[in-house]
């Protein structure tokens, strides 16, 4: 019962993934894999299984790029058809023309050279008289390049090999002629790379009329000599000679079998293409049953994987006037729940963050920091002096002047006004990147309408950071116009600073140079007093006239300036690949979904 189950469950899963022309192995199913040396005969036991001849031949490489075989048994297939990946509409009764196409699918990618390349053709062939299968041919390993082959070309075909047989689900057939010592065999030196037990290797001889009738060759064919534990099947191809003189597969068939029951007759029955097939049948459902619990889990990941692929790639537009209204509400929406730290964005940089944090830490890192950095100029002193002597004329300086102080503060004061455009400026760089990434994130779908939405917060933003720039601007004037010298926190530090500079001056008859030790202090207090203010009131401006200004006009502008009976149709353009894409994976949810209903 769990054979034929499983059977079913491969036959009907190949003809899933064939009938809508998805990838053939989405989920890595097994499959038979022939590998073998240039010229082994690979193509005429694969013609000889399919019973048709459609393989290109010739002199030298002829594969040159991967050809999967998908065989699917069909009752209704008579006669015979096949049709391509890359043009699945296109149907093909005429083998002859399958061959053309290999032929000129493979010119178009590899051109007329002879290189490889690893990219795969996928023929689908359905037929009444043929088991379900999937066959992989691969080109032959080249020894020594010819014509304009690289020289690394014996490398290139070994990795473009691995590739396909270190799949541990695939089926090695290792195809090796009887006219060379099988302990030498290319293909098996291969397959013992990544099949070092033999497990998953079935071993072929082909032109099994040439080899000698000895008794070496005979433990050979017995599976005696060389342990391959699916075993080694011995089978004779068609010659060029007899194909030139018009023999059909049938005959070279009773040919074979004529063949091996003259000469082998003891083993006759298990040799021949005919058993090789059925014996791959067998090798290939075994390894299905044994496979299956693994296939069920790769088939429900990757159905998760592509529900998410096509959830971010959204559903069809039935409404686009609606669509457009709700994405700018949901943009709108998205703004503030970032500033207030109920959702988060990513950074280019990687982090993971809400928009209000980082707008909050580009306060601390710029006006706060910097004015922190701010401190009296070294030369202070000398100001000091200079100012009180250019205040007091000609006459000498018995009591300071009160706009001597009021100078000296207005000039520190004018320090920081960049520090406050910087911060400003970098806050501005801020909600515009965040206002980027969030349409990133809401338009994806919509490139034009990204842009213009973009184009629309980036005009109200700066409208609102000029606001912010006049505000900050006209404070920064009144403070430097305006030195209160009657502030609550100054007059309480003056008096000590007046005392402390009273004592040191008892003790010392220098009265200029205390003076100017006494106004240094004043001017480091009241300097202090305007910097913690901006560091107050710039994140306060910045909050109120940008960022909540800009809150609550941001959708009322990008109604205005968006939602146009004229541009509608041209903002909600989808880009171009996103159709191609949703459809893709849709074909690949299908094909997993009806998979796992068959489990």
């Known amino acids: 019962l769990t054979f034929c189950f499983s059977k079913q469950w491969y036959q009907r899963r190949v003809a899933i993934t064939a009938g809508v022309g998805a990838s053939p192995d989405s989920i890595k199913l097994p499959q038979i894999v022939v590998v073998g040396s240039q010229s082994a005969g690979k193509s005429s036991v694969l013609e000889s299984i399919v019973r048709k001849n459609f393989l290109p031949r010739g002199g030298g490489i002829v594969t040159r790029r991967p050809l ?118 290319e293909a098996l030196k291969m397959a013992r790379q990544v099949d070092p037990d033999s497990k998953r290797t079935l071993a072929v001889i082909t032109k099994a009329d040439l080899m000698e009738k000895t008794t070496e060759n005979r433990l050979v064919l017995e599976g005696k000599s060389i342990p391959v534990k699916l075993g080694i099947i011995g089978v004779i191809n068609r010659s060029q000679a007899k194909m030139d003189e018009g023999q059909i597969l049938t005959e070279a068939l009773e040919e074979e079998e004529m063949f091996f029951k003259t000469n082998y007759n003891y083993i006759a029955e298990e040799m021949g293409t005919p058993y090789l097939t059925k014996r791959l049948c067998q090798i290939l459902i075994e390894n299905v049953k044994e496979c299956l619990p693994e296939l069920i889990i790769r088939i429900t990941e990757q159905k998760v994987i592509q529900q998410n692929i096509l959830d971010a790639l959204g559903e069809q537009i039935d409404d686009v006037f609606e669509m457009l209204v709700h994405l700018l509400y949901k943009f709108c929406q998205t703004f503030d729940n970032n ?140 403070e430097i116009c305006y030195i209160n010298t009657n502030h609550k926190l100054f007059t309480k530090d003056r008096r000590r600073i007046e005392e402390e500079t009273k004592d040191e001056e008892d003790a010392d008859d220098n009265f200029e140079k205390q003076n100017v030790k006494r106004i240094k202090a004043l001017l480091e207090l009241y300097s202090n007093i305007i910097k913690n203010q901006l560091m107050d009131i710039v994140p306060k401006t910045v909050m109120s006239f940008m960022v909540y200004a800009f809150k609550e006009d941001l959708h009322k502008e990008l109604i205005q300036k968006l939602v146009d009976p004229q541009k509608i149709e041209q903002l909600m353009r989808e880009d171009p690949f996103i159709e191609e894409k949703r459809k893709k994976y849709r074909l690949r949810l299908c094909v997993d979904t009806t998979a796992y209903g068959l489990c």
């Open 68 to 185: 999967i075989i998908q065989i699917t048994q069909d009752n209704q297939a008579v006669p015979s058809w096949a049709c391509f990946l890359h043009s699945p509409d296109k149907k093909y009764t005429d083998f002859d023309k399958v061959r053309d196409e290999i032929v000129a699918e493979t010119d178009r990618i590899c051109g007329n050279s002879k290189n490889i390349l690893p990219d795969p053709i996928t023929l689908k062939i359905y037929a009444a008289d043929l088991p379900t299968l999937t066959l992989v041919d691969l080109p032959g390993v080249v020894k020594v390049p010819v014509g304009d082959q690289p020289e690394n070309i014996e490398e290139q075909t070994i990795n473009l090999v691995k590739s396909f047989v270190q799949n541990p689900n695939s089926i090695i057939l290792a195809v090796s002629p009887g006219n060379v010592d099988l302990a030498n065999s």
């Open 339 to 478: 500033m207030e730290g109920k959702e988060t964005i990513k950074l280019h940089n990687g982090i993971e963050i809400s928009g209000g944090r980082h707008l909050f830490q580009q306060f601390q890192h710029t006006i706060c920091a910097e004015l922190e950095t701010i401190k009296l100029p070294d030369n202070i002193e000398a100001q000091i002096e200079h100012e009180i002597m250019s205040s007091s004329g000609s006459k000498p300086a018995l009591f300071t002047p009160n706009i001597t102080f009021e100078n000296l503060a207005s000039n520190q004061i004018k320090i920081y006004v960049h520090p406050v455009k910087k911060s400003i400026k970098k806050c501005c760089e801020t909600i515009t990147e965040i206002t980027m990434i969030l349409s990133k994130n809401v338009f994806r779908r919509f490139p034009n309408l990204k842009r213009e939405a973009h184009h629309v917060c980036l005009s109200l933003l700066i409208l609102k950071t000029q606001a912010v720039e006049q505000f900050l601007d006209n404070y920064l004037k009144c």
